[in-house]
Structure formats: structure tokens, C-alpha cells
């Protein structure tokens, strides 16, 4: 508000099509009540659609810009941007944070991840970053109950959801893959729709995957959004920032082909309203690992421990999704092992910046060397 107020803009980036459209749908109308204009901006959108959202932010006409990754492209110009907000960051490359912080003249910059990062790692990712955790439930909110289950569960399962449905609540059930894969066993999704139907009869079930037109992705999600859809199989599309508040059951299939902190974000979608919601991990192995690593989901809703104890057992990259270009591979140094020690080298870091910004006193000559090289081999200029 205050910025609007100074008559500078907001970019609000989301990772998917479907988070930037409920941001915009909830947030245009709030806005409108104040006299804020807002505008999306998708690349899925008509092109006639798409030039007058940009037209509108280079001319200064919408006060809020909402998007995906259409917002980065050269065409999307802003007439006076001073605040970016990314949401779910780490769907995003620094260099895709830097790129839309480089519309404006410079904007101030805040990040969002619902995936709790131990502070550590959190500290190296984002060292350029102040961080503030919120580690507290909003109010109201039941604490999620938890089962971990092999696969003769199942017909017990189905019977839950459908008391669940009967109560006028709605599942989502989790599958590992879209299409049957030789050699795998993995439940799928197309199947496994088809499976439900059966085993849930007079109960409305639909398919969503990653696979699907973004128009039919919306749609779904809608209709599900709605009460329409009563169970929905997916994939782990809807890991992020899907809000119905009527979603009191999370299934995941296949529970040990997920990483820990995923089926974190996964149980996420639940337990967003006001009733007691559930989350039911199915095992389709007998491996007592999994059955370890997986019973630490069942005792625990406490996000960043999660994280911490999937950090030791699998590392960083895995961690946060995809191992993007090996951002965290270190050498040398064990991202859990030797927090405290990666913690003091990046407040040194930080220290010796302060203190000589381009390293010119004559001590740092061997640094500014070794960062010049480095810097080359990345095929940046930052005029060392």
C-alpha cells in the first residue's frame, strides 16, 4: 500500500500458472476496494490479452502486476517498479530474481519459500538476503494426524475418504507418475483415476498432471477449487500453493519415491481450514530405510526439522527440488556437517565486502585474482 502510495509499482511473481491466477483472483478484487489496479500476466494468455497487461505496466496504468516467468522476458517493461515479491523462491535461479530486480531502479526485493530451510543453508542461498523464519501455525488451524501404511491400507483408505466426502470434505491423491513406466511399479495417474472410479463410486474424480494444457490445469483446479471435483489424483503439481481450505485428506502413493521435505509441502495442502485434516503416507516397499526415513514425517509437523533430517539423509540439492546446475556441490565442506563453520565464512564474507568492496587493499590481490578467474569461467563482468 505504501508504495503504491508513492506512486511506484509491485511485481508479484509466482511459479505457476495456477498460483499466479489465485493470487490474482484473490488479491484483484481486495485491491480494487482500494483503488489499486492490478493486472495479469501469464504466458499462457492470448497474445491480445498478454500485450495490453504489458502495455498497462509500462505505462504506469496497473499499480500490481501479477505473473510467472512472462513477467522476466525483455518485452515486459514497467513504468517505475520498486517492489518485487517471489513468491515460492525457490522455484526460482537467482539469476531469475536478479533479472526482474533489473526493471527497476532498484527495487526493494522480498522473497517467499514455503519450503522451510534450515537457517544454515538458508544463510548461503540467500547471504544477500535478511531472513525472517515464521515457524508459527495461523490461527485456528488443527495439527495435521499422520499414518504411514503399506499398500494393504488401501481398501481401508478409500473407505476413509469416502466418510470424509460423505462429510462434504475433499482428498487429493498423490502418484509418482503420469503414464505407466516399464519397470517401475509406481502407482500412475491416468490409472489410477481410473482405479478410484471404480473403487469410489458416486464420488466425482479427476486427473491433474504436469503434462496437461495450462487452460486444462486451471480448470481442474477450479472445479476442484469450487467442490465440484470431490477427490483429485495428481502429481506433484499441486506441491505448491494450491489453497482449498475444504481439502482435508492428503494420500501419497509410492510415499518412498518422495524426497521428506516434498511430502512436507505435499501434506501442506491440507489442513488449511478449520477441520481436522489427514495425511496418509502409503509405502510400496518393505525397506526398513524407508520405513525409518518416512516414520520421521508421522511424528513430526515441524517443518524445519523435516528439513534438517532430509538435508542429512539426502543433501542439499535433493532438497530443494531439482540439484539446480550443482549450486551446492561443495568441494571440500558437507553442507550439514559444517553449518557452523559455513555460517562464520559467510558472515567473513560479508565482513570483507563491507570493508573493501573491490579488493583493492593490496592483502586481497590474491582474492580479486582467484574471484576475476572464477568470474570469467562463469562469463560474468562485474568490472573487477
Request: glycine share 8%.
Amino acid at each position: 500500500g505504501n508504495f503504491i502510495k508513492n506512486g511506484v509499482q509491485t511485481a508479484l511473481l509466482a511459479p505457476t500458472e495456477i498460483l499466479a491466477r489465485q493470487h490474482f483472483d484473490r488479491l484483484a478484487p481486495l485491491f480494487e476496494g482500494l483503488g489499486i489496479r492490478t493486472v495479469l500476466l501469464t504466458g499462457q494468455m492470448g497474445a491480445a490479452q498478454k500485450r495490453s497487461a504489458r502495455e498497462a505496466a509500462e505505462l504506469g496504468l496497473a499499480d500490481v502486476v501479477i505473473g510467472t516467468h512472462a513477467l522476466l522476458t525483455e518485452q515486459t517493461r514497467f513504468a517505475r517498479l520498486g517492489m518485487v515479491i517471489a513468491d515460492e523462491q525457490h522455484r526460482f535461479g537467482v539469476r531469475q530474481r536478479t533479472a526482474l530486480a533489473e526493471k527497476g531502479e532498484p527495487p526493494n526485493v522480498l522473497v517467499m519459500s514455503a519450503t522451510p530451510i534450515p537457517r544454515t543453508l538458508a544463510i548461503i542461498l540467500y547471504g544477500d538476503l535478511s531472513i525472517s523464519v515464521i515457524d508459527e501455525l495461523p490461527a485456528k488451524r488443527l495439527p495435521i494426524k499422520n499414518c504411514v501404511v503399506d499398500t494393504s491400507y488401501r481398501p481401508k483408505a478409500y473407505r476413509f475418504i469416502t466418510r470424509q466426502v460423505e462429510l462434504g470434505r475433499q482428498a487429493y491423491v498423490i502418484c509418482p507418475m503420469v503414464e505407466e513406466s516399464e519397470g517401475l511399479e509406481a502407482e500412475n495417474v491416468t490409472d489410477y483415476t481410473q482405479l478410484l472410479k471404480k473403487e469410489l463410486p458416486g464420488i466425482t474424480v479427476e486427473m491433474l498432471h504436469g503434462q496437461m494444457k495450462a487452460a486444462q490445469k486451471n480448470e481442474i483446479m477450479e472445479r476442484f477449487a469450487s467442490g465440484e471435483i470431490q477427490v483429485l489424483v495428481s502429481t506433484t503439481v499441486v506441491e505448491v500453493g494450491v489453497n482449498v481450505p475444504n481439502a482435508t485428506v492428503m494420500m501419497v502413493e509410492n510415499a518412498e519415491r518422495f524426497g521428506l521435505a516434498q511430502l512436507h509441502q505435499l501434506r501442506g495442502r491440507v489442513g488449511r481450514g478449520e477441520h481436522q485434516s489427514y495425511c496418509i503416507f502409503i509405502r510400496g516397499n518393505k525397506d526398513q530405510e524407508t520405513a525409518k526415513r518416512l516414520e520421521i514425517l508421522n511424528h513430526s509437523n515441524d517443518g524445519f526439522y523435516i528439513a534438517s533430517e532430509d538435508l542429512k539423509l539426502r543433501g542439499s540439492g535433493d532438497l530443494l527440488g531439482t540439484r539446480q546446475s550443482g549450486d551446492m556441490e561443495f568441494r571440500m565442506a558437507d553442507i550439514f556437517r559444517d553449518a557452523d563453520i559455513l555460517q562464520k565464512a559467510s558472515e567473513a564474507a560479508s565482513e570483507l565486502l563491507a570493508d573493501d568492496p573491490y579488493f583493492e587493499k593490496p592483502e586481497h590481490e590474491l582474492l580479486k585474482k582467484v574471484m576475476k578467474s572464477y568470474l570469467d569461467l562463469e562469463n560474468h563482468d562485474i568490472g573487477l
